[in-house]
């Protein structure tokens, strides 16, 4: 954190000091000398000189860090994309387009040539769609949505709505007090299993994924854990056999399988619609086998579209060559063998749907990574993707009039700071309007075992719904792998309770012979001394971890699954409150529950910190 804060401070003193030369005019001119003569001039290498930020899309940052990186990232941004659309106007070829992303890649984000040069030849001909067909595309629309989190603006943009039609007047179904009668819900999520894994390949590496198969560990300790490794590797095949094996045998009660998405590995710049389709039916068939008759319930992860996050438009024709549809096809043929039929006609149209699963419960499954900030697709149009929150907002009103109650499964969550605002809001929205009737909400996406609290937004807000995040089965990065059990009730199908199942990286890799050791890390209720997880108790939780350190260091430990490199740096004062924010925070554009707890936690700990998240 501090190392990270220093680096931050030194670029802006640099731009600061260069200001009467005007970095950003040496930018701009050198990128335009650069697109006509493809020669990197000493303006341009003295202009990108003080606006190195390494790995900026795969680094982790405080809400403070990208409010001091603002106008540098998004001044940056936005020079780069206005050469390119005014190159790209004025007929340049693609492949120079892509010479300019590719040099912003290396140079500005630090990332490795061949990491940049694959992710180009895998995006390039989607940028040069986005380019020529986009209408009135601006470097700020663009800036905007992929940095939306270091707070890029589009002083033009028009926010749109859906239509929520108001509250029946005879619709009375409020959750009432649950009965003695439960059920158990197993959440999988964030698999990321990774076929070229290969045991004592290198695991320390500066590419998005590490331990591939022919990679070389120069060091014994840089060699891939037998059972999984925390820097920056995904799941090996053994192990997702082992943690599906270790489940069923350990909960021989499950009821239903909730699984939030993301079966495909991180290698990002090296992937293909191929390899995606074989790893996706290779999983789900692995996934049928294990629970039989159980009923499995999955949403599409950000990575299971080539190239990764992106969801083509409903605009591009199904047959061209730019369209995602595959991923809607090998899902509607992959799911449906625990789906009824008519579910395949929106799982086709935008990778959603919804089943009743009984008389008077229903479960909601959406696409929400349409709306993640790194599907480039938004730069091209981002009003409501496939129809599906107008659709949602149809279904809940149907179930509100049939007396059904509602889980609703997603992979990005509308609070995390990559979730497109305005989709964010309107969700949040739709869960107020019709929160009598929605039970519970689960995601995944961030690997981390988190918890979220919806509040009402009248001046004394109310908790009224809880958020569920499954954590991960992929260790990557840094992380234990673990799934949840949920104990829910049968009447109000709240959750009342759940357990979350992990095991030791190092510890398991000691001994690659014997299977890895799982336990229960911790149940909700016992851990924090709660009597349910009603959003009410929730949020008593999080008054009660302003004040109490030990609270907030169990929170950390079980969001991270007690995994060593965590538990090496620790948690302190600036990670407990964004930890804290994070829980009170469901759409990342409304900040007001982060400040009050935030004014909290400063008067209980006498701490005088800032935003955090």
């Known amino acids: ?36 003569t493809g020669n990197e001039s000493a303006q341009l ?33 936005n020079i780069g994309v206005d050469v390119v659309i005014t190159a790209r106007k004025e007929g340049t070829p693609i492949e120079t387009i892509g010479d300019v992303i590719e040099f912003f890649c290396k140079n500005v984000f630090m990332e490795p040539p061949h990491v940049c040069s694959g992710f180009l030849d895998l995006n390039l001909r989607t940028f040069g769609y986005m380019l020529d067909n986009t209408k009135n595309i601006t470097s700020k629309r663009v800036c905007s949505i992929i940095l939306q989190d270091f707070n890029c603006i589009d002083p033009d943009r028009v926010d749109w709505t859906v239509n929520i039609p108001p509250r029946l007047a005879n619709s009375t179904h409020v959750l009432q007090k649950g009965n003695s009668d439960s059920y158990k819900l197993l959440h999988l999520t964030d698999l990321h299993y990774d076929p070229n894994y290969e045991v004592g390949s290198g695991a320390n590496c500066i590419e998005p994924l590490c331990c591939q198969s022919g990679s070389i560990a120069l060091r014994s300790e840089d060699q891939a854990g037998y059972w999984g490794d925390y820097r920056g590797c995904d799941l090996p095949w053994h192990s997702l056999v082992d943690a599906l094996d270790h489940v069923t045998s350990e909960h021989q009660d499950l009821d239903l399988v909730y699984f939030t ?40 992860g950000n990575h299971e579209p080539h190239p990764v996050n992106m969801f083509s438009s409903h605009v591009v024709e199904h047959n061209h060559w730019l369209s995602t549809q595959w991923v809607f096809e090998v899902s509607a043929e992959e799911w449906l063998r ?17 089943v009743l699963h009984k008389p008077g419960f229903r479960v909601i499954a959406l696409n929400s990574n349409v709306c993640y900030t790194h599907n480039f697709w938004l730069f091209h149009e981002d ?104 104990e829910v ?59 109490d350190p030990e609270l907030t260091q169990s929170y950390f430990r079980f969001k991270t699954r007690d995994a060593d490199p965590f538990r090496a740096i620790g948690c302190d004062s600036e990670c407990e409150l964004k930890n804290i924010c994070y829980m009170v925070t469901f759409t990342n554009s ?24």
């Open 45 to 77: 290498r003295s202009a990108v000189s003080g606006i190195k930020f390494p790995r900026l899309f795969r680094t982790s940052y405080t809400r403070k860090e990208k409010d001091l990186m603002s106008d540098i990232v998004c001044g940056a941004c």
């Open 338 to 354: 625990w789906l009824p039929k008519e579910t395949e006609e929106t799982i086709l149209r935008g990778g959603y749907y919804t």
């Open 1 to 36: 954190m501090y190392l990270k804060l220093v680096h931050i401070l030194t670029i802006i003193g640099c731009c600061a000091l260069t200001s009467a030369n005007n970095w950003q005019y040496n930018l701009y001119k050198g990128l335009e000398e650069y697109v006509r």
């Open 383 to 486: 009003k409501d993707p496939f129809g599906q929150l107008q659709w949602l907002v149809d279904t809940l009103a149907e179930a509100e009039k049939n007396g059904e109650l509602v889980h609703i499964l997603s992979h990005v969550s509308s609070g995390d700071g990559s979730s497109m605002h305005n989709w964010g809001n309107e969700f949040a929205k739709i869960m107020y309007r019709f929160s009598h009737i929605i039970s519970a909400e689960f995601n995944g996406h961030s690997h981390d075992d988190d918890i979220v609290i919806l509040y009402t937004q009248e001046e004394t807000p109310e908790p009224i719904n809880v958020a569920f995040n499954g954590g991960s089965l992929t260790p990557w990065s840094n992380l234990n792998p673990n799934y949840k059990v949920y």
């Open 261 to 300: 998405g993301d079966i495909i590995d991180h290698k990002i710049w090296k992937v293909s619609v191929e390899h995606n389709k074989e790893t996706i039916r290779t999983v789900y068939k692995k996934l049928n086998e294990t629970f039989g008759n159980v009923k499995v319930y999955p949403v599409l």
């Open 590 to 613: 409304n900040r007001k529950q982060c400040e009050m707890f935030t004014e909290m936690y400063n008067a209980n700990r006498n701490q005088t910190l800032s935003l955090f998240f």
């Open 489 to 547: 009730d049968s009447n109000t199908h709240h959750v009342v309770d759940y357990e979350s199942w992990s095991y030791n990286l190092t510890e398991a890799n000691m001994d690659p012979q014997t299977r890895p050791q799982w336990k229960k890390l911790y149940s909700f209720k016992e851990s924090y001394g709660v009597t349910d997880i009603s959003p009410k108790e929730v949020a008593n939780l999080v008054e009660r971890m302003t004040k």
